[in-house]
């Protein structure tokens, strides 16, 4: 989209904070290689995997995880390519719950490039411990509505629209690793089972999913669209309730966590001058013997001490456009999610009067009510792919 803004993270973190979202899958990102950003003022640190710097990017994964969470972790994700991601989470003892954030190929993609993408899911898939807690979360662009009888335990009653080919890869994946689709288990609104719209059509579409093993449906609350979420994508936001139970990343007993020194004090060159001196002064007491893990933890300390005494403690200072105008920020998300419900109470009233003039056979004010609500019919063409 072309009115998006440059720096879309800072905009995408605050709204995952105002639905309190733990952790984001994302697809087409069109970042390069791997990395992360972390976004302090909104608590979130992003993780992606992409295609080379040198290749076309159309396509991407990644998460957005809290901060207080990537603490957590036991590693930090690992891409498998530029369509998965996978992360591993601790949810109880002597078990892990691995998450694969995935972005399918689209339709109008060679059949070989599908197959690839779910050879590599199926391989993926079929690595994960069986007792595992697994969730695969991502943008499929696929449309799974089928027989729900054909495939029990795959997909719920509750799906939307027709079934197509991608679909049909996605539920023979399913089924062949005893997945269900929550997106279709939840007897919820049409507008809160749908993710993505057509731009022709203008129909709506569900075709990003949350799934998990068949077993763990009990550990799912709720999956559905948020239709106020606004992250500057054609997507709606899915979200996901689940009970898991994070542990934490426990520190050896008797081990305590060096505080940070601040090396912003070494600019100026008396206090660099001073602390050579403390350093060279405090290192010729230094006792070395043959125990190479108690030599380096006494030359460590020693080192920290000195630096201690002279640099001081780190000091966090977030000089940061969006954290400075926060409140502004704040205040202009609020102005606009008032606006869009008042909008969405004037579409409501808009149909109940339209409604009404078809009930009365009225339908010189049926139709102005519609132009009005609608605009008048455009008369282009549209060419066809």
Same mark, same amino acid.
């Given at each position: 989209?072309?009115?998006?803004? +440059?720096?879309?993270?800072?905009?995408?973190?605050? +709204?995952?904070?105002?639905?309190?979202?733990?952790?984001?899958?994302?697809? %087409?990102?069109?970042?390069?290689?791997?990395?992360?950003?972390?976004?302090?003022?909104?608590?979130?640190?992003?993780?992606?995997?992409?295609?080379?710097?040198? %290749?076309?990017?159309?396509?991407?994964?990644?998460?957005?995880?809290?901060?207080?969470?990537?603490?957590?972790?036991?590693?930090?994700?690992?891409?498998?390519?530029?369509? !998965?991601?996978?992360?591993?989470? !601790?949810?109880?003892?002597?078990?892990?719950?691995?998450?694969?954030?995935?972005?399918?190929?689209?339709?109008?993609?060679?059949?070989?490039?599908?197959?690839?993408?779910?050879?590599?899911?199926?391989?993926?898939?079929?690595?994960?411990?069986?007792?595992?807690?697994?969730?695969?979360?991502?943008?499929?662009?696929?449309?799974?509505?089928?027989?729900?009888?054909?495939?029990?335990?795959?997909?719920?009653?509750?799906?939307?629209?027709?079934?197509?080919?991608?679909?049909?890869?996605?539920?023979?994946?399913?089924?062949?690793?005893?997945?269900?689709?929550?997106?279709?288990?939840?007897?919820?609104?049409?507008?809160?089972?749908?993710?993505?719209?057509?731009?022709?059509?203008?129909?709506?579409?569900?075709?990003?999913?949350?799934?998990?093993?068949?077993?763990?449906?009990?550990?799912?609350?709720?999956?559905?669209?948020?239709?106020?979420?606004?992250?500057?994508?054609?997507?709606?936001?899915?979200?996901?309730?689940?009970?898991?139970?994070?542990? !934490?990343?426990?520190?050896?007993?008797?081990?305590?966590?060096?505080?940070?020194?601040?090396?912003?004090?070494?600019?100026?060159?008396?206090?660099? %001058?001073?602390?050579?001196?403390?350093?060279?002064?405090?290192?010729?007491? !230094?006792?070395?013997?043959?125990?190479?893990?108690?030599?380096?933890?006494?030359?460590?300390?020693?080192?920290?001490?000195?630096?201690?005494?002279?640099?001081?403690?780190?000091?966090?200072?977030?000089?940061?456009?969006?954290? %400075?105008?926060?409140? +502004?920020?704040?205040?202009?998300?609020?102005?606009?999610?008032?606006?869009?419900?008042?909008?969405?109470?004037?579409?409501?009233?808009?149909?109940?009067?339209?409604?009404?003039?078809?009930?009365?056979?009225?339908?010189?004010?049926?139709?102005?009510?519609?132009?009005?609500?609608?605009?008048?019919?455009?008369?282009?063409?549209?060419?066809?792919?």
């Amino acid at each position: 989209m072309a009115d998006r803004p +440059e720096r879309r993270t800072a905009l995408v973190t605050r +709204e995952l904070a105002r639905y309190n979202t733990d952790i984001a899958a994302l697809s %087409e990102t069109r970042l390069a290689n791997e990395g992360q950003l972390s976004e302090s003022g909104s608590g979130y640190t992003f993780f992606w995997s992409g295609c080379s710097s040198d %290749e076309r990017r159309e396509s991407g994964v990644g998460f957005a995880i809290k901060n207080q969470l990537v603490r957590k972790l036991a590693s930090s994700p690992k891409g498998i390519n530029d369509r !998965l991601m996978t992360m591993q989470l !601790l949810p109880q003892k002597g078990k892990q719950a691995t998450l694969i954030s995935a972005y399918a190929p689209t339709m109008t993609n060679p059949e070989d490039v599908k197959d690839k993408f779910y050879e590599e899911l199926d391989t993926l898939l079929s690595s994960v411990h069986r007792t595992d807690k697994l969730i695969l979360i991502g943008d499929f662009n696929a449309r799974v509505r089928c027989d729900a009888a054909a495939w029990e335990g795959v997909i719920g009653k509750n799906g939307v629209g027709k079934c197509n080919s991608n679909g049909l890869l996605l539920l023979k994946t399913c089924a062949a690793h005893d997945l269900l689709i929550s997106n279709m288990v939840f007897r919820l609104p049409t507008r809160n089972r749908t993710s993505w719209m057509h731009p022709r059509s203008k129909h709506w579409h569900l075709i990003d999913y949350v799934v998990i093993r068949r077993r763990d449906r009990q550990d799912v609350r709720v999956t559905k669209a948020m239709c106020s979420a606004d992250c500057w994508t054609d997507h709606r936001l899915i979200v996901s309730k689940m009970k898991l139970r994070i542990m !934490l990343k426990r520190r050896p007993q008797g081990c305590k966590a060096l505080k940070r020194i601040n090396v912003l004090k070494l600019k100026n060159s008396c206090i660099t %001058e001073n602390l050579a001196e403390d350093l060279e002064n405090e290192l010729a007491d !230094l006792r070395i013997e043959d125990d190479a893990e108690k030599d380096w933890e006494r030359f460590r300390n020693t080192v920290h001490t000195a630096a201690s005494k002279v640099l001081g403690p780190s000091i966090c200072r977030w000089q940061d456009w969006f954290d %400075e105008n926060d409140a +502004e920020i704040q205040a202009l998300l609020a102005e606009k999610h008032r606006l869009r419900k008042m909008r969405d109470l004037w579409l409501s009233a808009k149909a109940d009067e339209i409604q009404a003039y078809a009930d009365r056979n009225d339908y010189k004010q049926f139709y102005e009510a519609l132009n009005t609500l609608y605009g008048p019919q455009s008369s282009g063409s549209f060419p066809l792919l």
